[in-house]
């Protein structure tokens, strides 16, 4: 019988699972630290609450669930499975007037994508948002750039650049050159200077029609700013700068930039997007404030201002990098086990470890003590404690440390104090 | 627009989620002690590995997932939503030969199951498991029955018994009284013991046409042991409980019960499960040796010992009984802000709050400061900073501390110390 994962699947077995833990509680430390609070919600949502909200692809790549039919028969899809964190909020939001506003909200759950699976592309994988919703002060943004920030910190990242910019500024420089009707176009185009550089965008937009005069103008602003009617908008930003750097976000790391095109129909205002300088990977955080969604649910519009960190992305990265270490492993304590008739004085000893703190395995098999150690070597514990009648009889045992490879005899009274 | 979860959904609200995750840590605490790992399985299976292993009424629940079809149309139902995590053990151990036996791993992930929606029963809930896979050890067993015995010390549970049995027994007995082909029938009727006693089962058998001579030898049996040919079986009992002792098992709570008949078709050896004493709820906990599953996908049997903690019956228990409190709350320190003008002031404080290991929160609305106390009360803060422009001038905050009542002017540079 063959057996295999689900498409697009995987399993995260103990040891990726314990590099990818600390590396999520390290995350989850620097959003407590701001005061934002844990949010989870179930991996099934109504269909009606999902479909629609992610556009033709986003329909397409919802999974669908069959409503439970009677036996044989298949009911019709009522419900999917979450496509993102960001509607299940606004959902959460809707029906829960009582939480007060703001409410500073982190989620990392799995989402489920039915994209063509591609090397290193799951179809379940994990998404990590911080939002703010129901203010429009600018220390919500600053506060998401400054989440940003610490939590790379926190991961080992050093070489990083947080960019900002306001779609508002954009829309005013389309307009400025009298092509607000084709403001996705133009934005669509900005988006890949990263990738094709000025003189590609220039004949790409040259091929859409767009004189060369609206291009010298687009890229004089992009440039050297000087853009008009956008005073609010960048002293605004110039204040998100300035609170930023006062919790504590390196000056040096974080810019203005009217290049930045993140988001085309979702951002109301200020977006930020955060890309590892030695590194060409793309961004790894991108955020912003988008007051038109989370009302959706809802009668009146709510302010929001939210952040997502690319979780699988930066884990590749680390993996790659050797930034995630399985430092924990299994156990820091093998107890071997003489023979079957000393088994109980094995257990004995494993429980004085385990109440000392140390998580300890024992043999599950009596018998040669070298196949004993070479499980403990493959468990990557620190210490292997032998146990012998010889030991036992003179109320003490022996402890090998792995680590240093020095042995000794130790009293069983003090065998915990000699491990520390 | 009216929006609502899924049928038999729930969102789990920061101070709840809170609250689960203490308790789970503390669980994930005792299982690690034990040396067990952690293993994370995709929530969506092919559905052939589900459709099959849950009986008929499990086929009716499992939720089943449309494949990606073309745009509109509708594929065919090609995967499902886990069921439990027993079978994607089975799968993970078939699929990774290299994993090294005995694997000891734990799983605490939600399953989903289309069961009519009841008070208090979601479609999508939390299981836990632990299971010892490899070895026909019987300390196997013992570890699982301490892992619970400790784990349920570690939640303040003080009230609770571990029954123990062995299917052989269950199963010598029917034999005895020749009804081997009545085995199911018997032990459904044996398993409402607890419900129903001695005489509503004695009528239950009758009723079901065995004679008062087999329902008087089954509960002289039942009763007084006696049962020919389990001299293997019973030393073995006995010696898992004498290893459960030797793991730190408090004898009083651990006892053999022939009358238990946990598992009708699942278990093939010792079986265990936990209820407490101080509670009509039923089992909180259950599990047993089954040699035939985890095998079920590969060529070879493989010997397996799991058990379950019954996770949502636990935490409602806790809730009821006031065991459950969100002791951490949304954050510790609340940084008032005086006016737009000495925010950045409050943020400088934060900042070196939070770099003191406080969790802290700013007042993203600046104004009366009887509003800012009465958010920083509902966020349940500890303490409360004023910094006004006099306080700032000297280079001072005043510390209120809701706890005690009391408030002082600190220097900013003692601000940390002060807190201690």
Known sequence: MSVHLAKGMRDILPGELRKRRSMIERIQHVFESFGFEPLQTPAVERIETLMGKYGDEGNKLIFRILARGKAGEQGKADSALRYDLTVPLARVVAMNPQIPLPFKRYQIQPVWRADRPQRGRFREFYQCDVDV????????????????????????????????????????????????????????????????????????????????????????MLNNGGIPNVETEVSNLESIQQMAHSLGVDPSRVCIDYTLARGLDYYTGPVFETVLTDDNIGSVSGGGRYDGLIGMFGKKQVPAVGVSLGLERLITIMEERGMLTDTEGQADVWVTVF????????????QILRKGGFRTLVSM????????????????????????????????????????????????????????
């Open 365 to 420: 098999k009596a018998g040669k003590l070298g196949k004993q150690f070479k499980k403990a070597h493959a468990a990557g514990v620190r210490w292997v404690i032998v146990c012998g009648p010889d030991d036992l009889s003179s109320g003490t045992v022996q402890v090998k440390d792995l680590q240093s490879g020095s042995q000794a005899s130790v009293s069983l009274s003090k065998l915990v104090e000699s491990m520390q």
């Open 339 to 350: 023979n079957s008739e000393y088994q109980v004085n094995s257990l004995e000893i494993a």
């Open 133 to 220: 919703v129901g203010t429009e002060n600018g220390l919500a943004e600053a506060e998401c750039i400054a989440i940003v920030h610490q939590a790379l910190l926190a991961l080992g990242f050093a070489e990083f650049k947080i960019r900002l910019n306001d779609r508002r500024i954009l829309r005013a420089m389309v307009s400025e050159i009298g092509a607000l009707d084709r403001e996705v176009d133009i934005l669509v185009a900005i988006d890949k200077l990263d990738k094709i550089g000025e003189k590609g965008v220039r004949e790409n937009l040259g091929e859409q029609g767009f004189s060369s005069e609206q291009i010298d103008r687009l890229f004089e």
